[in-house]
């Protein structure tokens, strides 16, 4: 099964259904309903979502998405391990260096998808856009 590791941004796309961004990481959601991919973000994405989307969404409303939002992925902790390695990165951007670290801690995960591959170019894992994901699918 692939494994996906979800950015921030990817997220706030399907829950503000910013289009037409928001299409692909629809098709995405659909292939994890259908068990045939596995989906994995930070707790630090669930977080930062939540804070971005709380201008935008009244507060019960989010907080009954992010649960189920929660029934399709597996939250990475940021734990001390992942800060420390953020601090210590070559990684321009430490909240980028985060996912990174978070993503390259699940065994066998295949892709990190975002919007901003630009800011992941040090990654060691590949990073895909949610469209080139959906090519893949």
Do not use: W
């Amino acid at each position: 099964m692939i494994k996906v590791f979800l950015d921030t941004n990817v997220i706030i796309d399907l829950i503000a259904d910013r289009k037409p961004f928001s299409k692909h990481v629809i098709e995405i959601f659909k292939h994890a309903e259908e068990n045939s991919i596995h989906l994995f973000t930070s707790s630090h994405s669930i977080a930062t979502a939540h804070y971005i989307l709380k201008k935008y969404v009244a507060e019960k409303e989010l907080r009954g998405i992010l649960l189920n939002l929660l029934a399709f992925l597996d939250v990475v902790p940021v734990d001390l391990d992942v800060l420390k390695k953020g601090l210590r990165s070559i990684h321009k951007d430490f909240e980028d260096a985060i996912q990174m670290f978070c993503a390259s801690s699940i065994p066998g995960i295949n892709y990190i998808v975002t919007r901003n591959t630009k800011d992941f170019k040090t990654s060691e894992l590949v990073v895909l856009t949610p469209d080139e994901m959906c090519l893949k699918l």
